[in-house]
């Protein structure tokens, strides 16, 4: 298991089955923070690297094994092609593989670039990129490695209640890479 830009989650104790190996992938100033309050061990590990620098795929080990990825919250604060080419490098790397990850509707990455308010305040970083439900096949076609795309149903969340959200609500996206 690989989660971008976890920050300090607990993933790893809420899916350990005593055979699960986890790498999280950090800015170096985060990785440094996570690894003070939550020590590496054996089977969980941090890379200090920025999500877009692809080097952190090196640090992945036995990927023939199976490998899912997960970006909460990262996506959409990469620019379009940046995600393109991670899409493409997980892809190439992790054939087999999985990519679960989060997404604003396009028209929510806008006005949430145009500084919109959330919940009563602004959105904590810029949104560089979003994808509507409409976009789900196109993206399934931005590399070859990549064999399904699908939306995953969001269940007891309540994102009615938030004004700027209701009618866009965000996507549960799973890519899943092709098997060589």
């Known amino acids: 298991m ?9 993933g790893f104790w809420r ?7 986890w790498l999280s992938v950090q800015p ?20 200090a690297r920025a999500v877009t620098d692809h ?5 992945v080990g036995e990927p023939r094994r199976g490998v899912i990825v997960t970006a909460q919250g990262v996506l959409t604060r990469l620019p379009p092609l940046a995600v393109r080419a991670l899409l493409g490098a997980c892809a190439e790397r992790f054939p087999g593989g999985a990519l679960v990850f989060d997404a604003v509707s396009r028209r929510a990455a806008v006005l949430a670039g145009r500084g919109a308010v959330l919940a009563g305040g602004r959105w904590p970083a810029p949104v560089r990129w979003g994808l509507d439900r409409a976009d789900l096949p ?3 076609s931005t590399h070859p490695g990549i064999a399904a795309v699908r939306e995953l149903p ?3 969340a309540p994102l009615g209640r938030l004004p700027v959200l209701r009618g866009w609500p965000p996507l549960v996206c799973e890519v899943r890479f092709t098997a060589r």
């Open 2 to 10: 690989v989660a971008l830009g976890e920050g300090l989650g607990t």
């Open 138 to 140: 196109r993206l399934a």
């Open 15 to 21: 899916l350990d089955n005593g055979r699960l190996t």
């Open 55 to 59: 080097g952190w795929l090196d640090a």
């Open 28 to 47: 170096a100033e985060t990785a440094a923070v996570r690894r003070m309050l939550l020590p590496d061990g054996a089977r969980r590990r941090t890379v």
């Open 154 to 156: 969001l269940r007891g």
